[in-house]
């Protein structure tokens, strides 16, 4: 379905030029002063200087065309150039049933879709996940619904820390502890073991010990770097040692993702772009990309443009290691020669901007990707705790995000209990669903690049702009529903009437909205733009609820027609919050 405004728009314009005017004037945008009116045109104004007449002349004129319309109840023209617009009631009755019988509500599919990898979650192997892990994995995967819902093919890609020092590490710890594992016997040649020598809580107390020690202990550290070295070259035992962190790491991240609502299509890493490094190096050099400079290669990647100074690419360090950069690039070969994108999404730490940068440019003038390839950096801020500062356990240390979903889940659970009726593992289930609203509301509801305060009590309140509050306000309509159904009726057969009231008609408004919001926020990778929506929705349908006797309401047609909008708010409900990637209990 076209968007409302477009369709607006059209009207005005159209009469723009019935008065001989350009329609490119005949822009309609939402009102800003609602008390006034729902829609305004403010063309007269840029038409003026055109014309070289007054505003009000020419919205006047504009106005008097627009009387015949049937889109508009009301159009005035209004010091010094407004064209102050309401949409007859009668128009936005058709609009929204005709959004009724849509499977996809009105919202469109692209007519090219596209394939895109958005590289998301990030987690270092064999460190647990931290509220650091959290934003990146919330918000790719709301940008992950969002464009599949737009039509577009979208790969999640978890893209695994899972080649660094802390495979080293782990390993020198483990050889240090039980030397006697057949992974340190040079000469032994027989399987190796399936079991790991440890399991993920052994695992998640290795890495920092080891971590920590080879701070204070350089040999330590020489020894972690050699095993790094060696099990980036092959050595057999170090790799089977590699691949029980991998299995043991990924068995515990898959579970914890799981509770979040987060899943991967692909769960690759940064070993898997290692094989590309070779060529990509050789191919470098070979096309004269990179150089030389004080041991290491290089590619310049700075442009005249540039007001900070961007350094140049590194590919090998004078030792010949590779980089962080080196891996990103090479994954780039890897994404484009397995998946041919038309576009790479990165949702990572804004603090890695200039990291990004550097391989983005690197990648484009060195031809991995094409002229028409998109490279999308969407980065974030930091989660704080209520002293803003980056977000800390009550003892200073990293908070893990099993303890944090936790903590608000019994947070939930308290508030849950408050109602009598729900009790035992359904309260329990309750809570987890309804904390996971706070959790991901709390964090998309902001710009993504903006830092924000974790609130628990904030986040986890039924009132205010929470995903409980939005929850609430979905199981109020179920209920509705369901008392419906058991008067022996049928919600879907209503049909949607004209508006009778202001707070009605404000509600369908609301309603209408959805393909705009929909598609702007795929278009600028912002979640955001549908949490504004809902809340604004929920808060409009509340004002309705508040104001409006539905089950009450003696005449069938009309309350069947009250609650096809019923229908509608909980259809549009539901699918923004799946897009967010949370969703509603049956009751709360
Ligand atoms: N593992 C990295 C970190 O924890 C994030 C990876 C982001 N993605 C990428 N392609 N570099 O900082």
Known sequence: MKKLLDLITEEVAQAFETCDYDRGYGKVTISNRPDLCEYQCNGAMAAAKAYHCAPIQIASKVVEALKKSQTFEEASAVNPGFINLKLCSDFVREYLQNMLKDERLGCEKAENPRTIIIDYGGPNVAKPLHVGHLRSAIIGESVKRLGRFAGHKVIGDIHLGDWGLQMGLIITELKHRKPELVYFDESYEGEYPKEAPFTISELEEIYPTASARSKEDEAYREEAMQATYLVQHGHKGYQAVLNHILQVSVTDLKKNYANLNVEFDLWKGESDAQPYIPDLVEYLKEKGYAYTSEGALVVDVKEETDTKEVPPCMILKSDGASLYTTTDLATIVERMKLYAPDEMIYVVDKRQEMHFVQVFRCARKTKLVEEKTGLKFLGFGTMNGKDGKPFKTREGGVMRLEHLIADINEEMYRKIIDNPEICGEEAKETARIVGLSA????????????????????????????????????????????????????????????????????????????????????????????????????????????????????????????IAVLVLTKRVLETCIDILGFEAPERM
């Open 439 to 562: 959790i991901k509301y709390g964090d998309l509801s902001n710009q993504a690049s903006k830092d924000y305060v974790f609130d628990v009590e904030r986040f986890t309140s039924f009132e205010g702009n929470t995903g409980p509050y939005l929850l609430y306000t979905l199981v109020r309509i179920k209920s509705i529903l369901n008392k419906y159904r058991d008067l022996g009726k049928d919600p879907e057969e209503g049909e949607i009437l004209e508006a009778e009231n202001g707070t009605q008609k404000s509600l369908m408004l609301e309603l209408s909205k959805l393909n705009g919001v929909m598609e702007n926020a795929f278009e600028e990778l912002a979640p955001h733009k549908i949490c504004a929506y809902i809340y604004d929705l929920a808060n409009a349908f509340n004002k309705f609820y508040h104001e409006t006797k539905i089950l009450a309401e003696e005449d069938e047609e009309k309350r069947s027609g009250l």
